[in-house]
């Protein structure tokens, strides 16, 4: 009895301190909680009363009331330091999850007291330091996600003791080190995404053990050496990525066992040698991106066997040989990019069998042969571009069948024959270029509805259609020499009759010889005599003194001027500059000009008359069509004016800084200005002989049509590059857009204006100057904002393809951006960026961080 009574008050106590030890071990949870401050927010009801912990938001608890989970995801919140979580508190944790909760500081080594954890997630936070090694102890770990931090160091070997990941995901930090061979151990992983870190050395072979994989992300590293072919052995695998690398030696043919692949992106590496026709095997692929390697070789027939593709980028390698007809089995495909290799050949008829094709882009070959009449079937065409190849034969007509075609570009050929009537009558033609061919006949009237047309340098004849008059026919028309019109450089056409003259004249023309040398003589006195009153009646009227005066169109003098602006009434004002007012003025003719006058105090100051005509020596030697047009000019002691083209919506600054007008440039207008505004840089810097720097490129200085379609101007400071000079000069520009090496070097150099085009472009698809923002790029608190943040909210968010050209822009500005002159691409680099087609991007906007755009190397054709 005695026995039994003692048993009886041991269970007792024991009952009761195991129930004491439990609350106990309770209040420790909930005091853990309360300590954070994270949610004493939301209410006194969350601070005050522990005992309901397990009702608070983003926790979870067990039947026993023990915490299991912590999930505050994507909340809004700003929870500050990770350490304020005491971790060793909460023993029977299975799931942390605090990504994009504003987390800083490092992940602290008590981590390695959540024995039972399966799902660590702290991705998108500000997380630096290097990852713990009490990581190991997470025996039970399914999912790490550390993504999108600032996360030093190496990766832990020991990592691979946690054989029960599936997923380990630490993409964007700045982790270094090598791949450890061990990683290979991981045989249940089904995601290793190790991409946007620093990463060196090669690819590890024991990463073929991870036959379970089936995605591989390694893209955006350090990484060198081969591809190896173990690789082959992840028969699972659905997505490889390892392009942004410094990868040699060839692309092993055993990926073609790689059966169950969608995505193999290889871009931007050092890729040597043939493409395997075993890649034929991938009947599941959708894209294939090996641009901007070394590969060489023929493309293999056997690529028309991935009949799932959809996107093929083979650009910018050293590719021969022909483009195969099999390639017209891949009746999914809807971008074909061959551009900028060696293929020769004549382009396959079995092109035409890709119903879904809208860009096809092989400029920059050797491609010879007729343009295939089977292209007018791919009704779906948006972008065709055969430019810079060797073709011959004519336009066949049945490109009017393509009604979705938008930008067609021929130019640089040897295409002869009639410019087809048909390609005006395709609907939706929006750039046509057919330059530098062999074309003959008259240009067809049908072309009305096209806005960009360029058909210079061919052997056109005929009229000039009336509508040419919106285009500046230097640019469109020159090197035509039988054209005729109503068009400065051209001859005016003869009457209709002409025809029937001509014959006449056969007969009459050794008699009209002979009475022509008689009359020659006398005709030539008085127009001598003639010229020489006119002259002397036009310096009584513009009162002498007269330096240079450049008609407007042939027919407009400094009478015209001054009558259109009623001697330039203050009410013709539209604005005034850093050296002049800006006037507009309807002249005699109809047309609608704008007047840049220098004031009579500032043509005395040797400043402003230097920049006045530095903007006269400059605007009359180049010619773009997106650069200003300068129609004339006039330097007189007493007035002093340049005339140019009305651009009626004003400049790009005040329409971005205006709410309503800001909305109207939607993304693809205001996409479109960036791109052509590095069009015009880049043939400043890199086709004027010689290189003209403008030194001033700000949103003032673009200016925008009626169709928001921009153009540079203000060369008031632009500098003429003379290579055998120092070129240093005093400060010029507009604070902001300065580059900084400018302040110290005070030497004129292209990188000056490539340093401004990189703020200009942010200025653009941020709606307001960049500066503030800039400055406080430095700070830690910025280098997790995201890129889609950023982005001028007066606008609906972009669409996925819009948003491709979007991270272009933004990954193209940052580069720009570099301290280093050195550092930053040419604008020649950057145009062609942007004549090449957009990148890939795995993930959305708001799967970039700026930190990210500005520490990853720029991708350069």
Known sequence: MVFIAWATCFLFYATHFVAASQSSALQLEANALLATGWWSWRGTNYTNNTSSRCEWPGITCNAAGSVTAIAMRSGGFNLGEMSKLNLSSFPNLVRLDLSETGLHGSIPVEIGTLSKLTYLDLSYNTLTGELPLSLTNLTQLVMFNVSYNQIIGSIPTSLSLLIHLTHVILYHNQINGSIASEIGMLKKLVMLDLGGNMLIGPIPSTLGNLTS?????????????????????????????????????????????????????????????????????????????????QINGSIPPAIGNMKNLTILYLSNNSLIGPIPSTLGNLTNLKSLYLDSNQINGSIPPAIGNMKNLTTLYLPNNSLIGPIPS?????????????????????????????????????????????????????????????????????????????????LSYNSLTGPIPTYFHRFDTHDTLIGNKYLCGDFTGFPPCLPTSHKSIVTKAKICVPIAISLGFLVLGGFLLCRRMVKKIQLESRKETKHGNLFSIWNYDGHIAYEDIVEATEDFDIKFCIGTGGYGSVYKAKLPCGKVIALKKLHLLEAENPTFDMSFKNEVKVLTEIRH?????????????????????????????????????????????????????????????????????????????????????????????????????????????????????????????????????????????????????????????????????????????????????????????????HEKPKSRPTMKCVSQEFLSQKKPIAKPLQGFSLWQLRNQEMYLV
């Open 213 to 293: 994989l089936k995605e591989l992300y390694l893209d955006s590293n350090l990484i060198n050496g081969p591809i190896p072919s173990t690789l082959g052995n992840l028969t699972n695998l659905e997505d490889l990525s390892l392009y942004r690398n410094q990868i040699t030696g060839p692309i092993p043919s055993t990926l073609g066992d790689l059966t169950n692949l969608k995505y193999l992106y290889l871009f931007s590496n050092q890729i040597t040698g043939p493409i395997p026709s075993t890649l034929g095997n991938l009947t599941n692929l959708e894209s294939l991106y090996l641009v901007s390697n």
């Open 374 to 454: 089977t292209l007018g079937n791919l009704t779906s065409l948006r972008g065709l571009y055969l430019q810079s190849n060797q073709i011959n034969g004519s336009i066949p007509p049945e490109l009017g069948n393509l009604h979705s075609l938008e930008n067609l570009n021929l130019s640089h050929n040897f295409i002869s024959g009639e410019a087809p009537v048909q390609l005006g009558n395709t609907g939706n033609l929006w750039s046509l270029d057919i330059s530098y061919n062999n074309l003959t006949g008259n240009i067809p009237n049908s072309y009305i509805s096209i806005q960009t047309i360029t």
């Open 625 to 817: 069509r997106n650069i200003i047009k300068l129609h004339g000019f006039c330097l007189h002691k007493r007035c002093m004016f340049l005339v140019y083209e009305y651009m009626e919506r004003g400049s790009l600054f005040c329409i971005l800084s205006n709410d309503v007008e800001a909305i109207e440039l939607d993304w693809n207008k205001r996409l479109n200005i960036i791109k052509v505004t590095a069009h015009a840089l880049s043939y400043m810097h890199h086709e004027c002989i010689p290189t003209i720097v403008h030194r001033d490129i700000t949103t003032n200085n673009i200016l925008l049509n009626n169709k928001l379609e921009a153009f540079v101007s203000d060369f008031g400071t632009a500098k003429l590059l003379d290579l055998d000079s120092s070129n240093q000069t005093l400060v010029a520009g507009t604070y902001g857009y300065i580059a900084p090496e400018f302040a110290y070097t005070m030497k004129v150099t292209e990188k000056c204006d490539v340093y401004s085009f990189g703020v200009v472009a942010l200025e653009i698809i941020m709606g307001k100057h960049p500066m503030e923002f800039l400055t406080s790029l430095s700070s830690s608190s910025s280098q997790n904002m995201i890129l889609h943040e950023i982005l001028d909210q007066r606008l609906p968010p972009p669409n996925h393809l819009v948003a491709q050209d979007i991270f272009l822009v933004a990954t193209i500005a940052f580069a720009c951006l």
